[in-house]
């Protein structure tokens, strides 16, 4: 039965039972796709970066560190993170699976979440490689709105929300990203190129890797997404 265009509420409960990962440039849809991939399965998205920026706008010892790193285009170093990801995988709600989006961003981060599964007992995880053209890549970031209540995503050229400046859902505020500026992106990208891209090669040999292509509709996008996942259901 082809479930796709049913009501959430009407779907029968599928089970994910594994870590999900979302792989690929700033601006790729990562966390678009993520975002409705956990509400399908009802398992927790877990965003490093919405992490980290819930520490920096609470002022926190680890946002303190993390927020000029952030500011430009850098990545937090892999101590900061791994402990924050580890604690937060270790509760309940983790326990039927999860969706990574942003992490893991170095081969060390890659490496360490590996280990952290086996030591729980999960499956080996599935990764979703967003390929896309990195010129498509600006215009997608300068363009991105976000709502300070809910988080929803939008784009003013290519999802713009009904009403200027507010969100569809809930009326919130909607605001842009400070690394989303046009001078962030250029050393954003090239961070992803030196530190997260070999991550392609690394789950590429273990097997684990689908790749979307991202440069499509964000419901064509989701699509092959689900079709990844469904595919790989089964699998160890
Ligand atoms: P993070 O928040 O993870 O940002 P990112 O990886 O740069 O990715 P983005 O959130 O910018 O893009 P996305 O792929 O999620 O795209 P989205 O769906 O929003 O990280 C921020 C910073 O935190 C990092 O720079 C680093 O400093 C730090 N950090 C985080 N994790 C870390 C880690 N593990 N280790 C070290 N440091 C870490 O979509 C973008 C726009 O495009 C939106 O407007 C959307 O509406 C639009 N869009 C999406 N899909 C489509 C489509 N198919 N067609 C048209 N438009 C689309």
Same mark, same amino acid.
């Given at each position: 039965?082809?479930?796709?265009r049913?009501?959430?509420e /009407? ?10 990962i979302?792989? $690929?440039p700033?601006g790729? @849809?990562k $966390?678009?796709q993520?975002k ?5 399965y =009802?398992v927790?998205?877990?965003s #490093? ?8 706008? /609470?002022?926190?010892a680890?946002?303190k560190?993390? +927020?000029?790193?952030m500011e *430009?285009?850098? !990545?937090?170093?892999?101590?900061? &993170?791994?402990k ?6 270790e509760?309940?709600d983790?326990?039927? $699976? ?5 992490? %893991? ?12 599964l086996?030591?729980?007992g999960?499956r ?11 010129? !498509?890549?600006? =215009? *997608?970031? #300068?363009?991105?709105?976000?709502? /300070?209540?809910?988080?929803?995503i939008?784009?003013?050229?290519? =999802?713009? %929300? /009904? &009403?200027e400046?507010r969100?569809?859902?809930? $009326? ?8 989303? *500026? ?6 954003? !990208?090239?961070?992803?190129? +030196?530190?997260?891209? %070999? ?16 440069? +499509?509709?964000v419901?064509?996008?989701? *699509?092959q &997404?689900?079709?990844? &996942?469904?595919? +790989?259901? @089964?699998?160890?």
């Amino acid at each position: 039965m082809d479930t796709s265009r049913m009501a959430p509420e /009407k779907r029968p409960q599928e089970e994910l039972n594994r870590a999900l990962i979302f792989l $690929g440039p700033p601006g790729a @849809g990562k $966390g678009t796709q993520a975002k409705e991939l956990a509400a399908r399965y =009802r398992v927790p998205h877990l965003s #490093t970066g919405d992490m980290l920026r819930e520490h920096v706008s /609470k002022g926190t010892a680890l946002g303190k560190e993390a +927020k000029p790193i952030m500011e *430009r285009g850098d !990545l937090v170093p892999d101590s900061l &993170v791994l402990k924050m990801v580890a604690e937060r995988i270790e509760r309940p709600d983790c326990s039927h $699976g999860f969706v990574f989006d942003g992490f %893991p961003r170095t081969v060390a981060q890659a490496q360490y979440l590996g280990e952290m599964l086996k030591q729980h007992g999960h499956r080996r995880p599935l990764v979703i490689h967003l390929v896309i053209d990195p010129s !498509l890549l600006l =215009r *997608r970031l #300068t363009g991105r709105r976000t709502c /300070k209540a809910c988080g929803e995503i939008y784009n003013v050229y290519e =999802r713009p %929300p /009904k &009403v200027e400046g507010r969100c569809d859902n809930d $009326g919130g505020e909607l605001v842009q990203r400070p690394d989303d *500026r046009e001078e962030v992106v250029a050393p954003r !990208l090239q961070a992803y190129e +030196k530190q997260t891209a %070999p991550l392609v090669a690394y789950y590429r040999r273990l097997g684990l890797l689908h790749d979307v292509d991202a440069a +499509k509709s964000v419901e064509e996008v989701g *699509r092959q &997404v689900l079709q990844s &996942v469904q595919s +790989k259901r @089964g699998a160890r």
